[in-house]
């Protein structure tokens, strides 16, 4: 197998499907990939947004941006959108696997139906449309898969169990197709951002599910993705913050029984209630908070 890739990814020459373009991390990709010229397929089910995003796109950039309304939670979505492509005669190059939501609560009182459409979008949606369109993109020579992971992929996440979980279903693939593509022009890894201000917590339905955390910008998220696309080497993963990825080594430090237990008491709203009384005015102005959540 040929190891070490030089990957120079000339956006140009790209067309990017990318999920979750109607908000938050997935409008900050369309509005970056497009001010360097890629072109762009966006997903996602509110058509109105796609619909405004692409006009803005075309209309300051010049580039070719089609929108397709998809509900990802449907098991066929992957083969949906790759027969709509083919339909358009579009040639995907590149993939961004963005889309995805949360739930915060005891998992004893969780609603199974949306527990069903979280794993469907998080974890079954990236693996179907990477199936999908793969041979093409591997076909095309030079392209890029982004999975976006989370912080919630490096711990346990009590109260938000489904979600950390499939976090983790995301970095642990997304790992493994980053080795399984090396030497063949396509740089796959997972993007894992902290408590980023978006529409993620409003979707969730409570503040709570990033405990707090200082957060940082969607297009702060993007700038590490694009930037860690850019090296000359790409690894299979990449933390968004310096605070964030600090939280993630020292994670490795605790045992998983004090790792779990932390957490437990972390996303505790009560103690996070009690504490933002009391904290208030003294947290430091570094724009994060190391935390593994969103
Ligand atoms: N914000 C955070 O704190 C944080 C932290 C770590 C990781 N993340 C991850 O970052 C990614 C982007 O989230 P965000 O923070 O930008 O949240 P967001 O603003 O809520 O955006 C989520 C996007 O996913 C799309 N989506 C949700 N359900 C869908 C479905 N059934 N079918 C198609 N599209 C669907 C939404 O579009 P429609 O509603 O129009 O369908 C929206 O465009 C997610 O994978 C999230 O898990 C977020």
Do not use: C
């Not at 509005?31 to 997903?43: I, S």
């Not at 998809?70 to 579009?90: F, N």
Request: hydrophobic share 45%.
């Amino acid at each position: 197998m040929a190891y070490g890739v030089d990957m120079t990814i000339d956006f140009a020459t790209q067309t990017v499907l990318l999920t979750g373009a109607s908000s938050g991390i997935g409008r900050s990709f369309a509005r970056a990939l497009a001010e360097r010229g890629a072109g762009l397929v966006l997903v996602a089910r509110r058509a109105d947004r796609l619909e405004s995003l692409a006009a803005e796109l075309r209309d300051r950039h010049g580039t070719t941006v089609h929108t397709i309304p998809t509900d990802l939670s449907v098991p066929s979505a992957g083969a949906d959108l790759l027969a709509a492509t083919a339909q358009r005669g579009i040639r995907v190059t590149s993939l961004i696997n963005n889309a995805g939501f949360g739930s915060f609560g005891a998992f004893a009182e969780a609603d199974p139906d949306r527990l069903a459409r979280e794993i469907a979008v998080d974890v079954s949606a990236p693996v179907q449309l990477t199936a999908a369109f793969l041979p093409q993109i591997v076909g095309a020579g030079s392209g890029f898969v982004i999975n976006v992971a989370s912080m919630a992929a490096y711990a346990p996440s009590p109260r938000m169990a489904v979600y950390g979980a499939a976090k983790a279903f995301v970095l642990h693939f997304t790992e493994a197709l980053w080795v399984e593509l090396r030497g063949v022009g396509v740089v796959a890894f997972a993007l894992s951002p902290g408590a980023t201000s978006t529409e993620f917590n409003q979707v969730v339905g409570t503040e709570d599910a990033t405990a707090g955390a200082r957060k940082r910008t969607p297009e702060a998220v993007v700038a590490t993705a694009l930037a860690h696309l850019a090296r000359r080497d790409p690894g299979p993963s990449v933390i968004d913050g310096r605070a964030n990825r600090m939280g993630a080594v020292a994670g490795r430090l605790f045992s998983r029984r004090a790792s779990v237990s932390l957490m437990y008491r972390i996303t505790d709203p009560s103690r996070r209630e009690r504490e933002s009384g009391r904290g208030r005015g003294r947290r430091r102005g570094n724009g994060e908070r190391a935390r593994v959540g969103g």
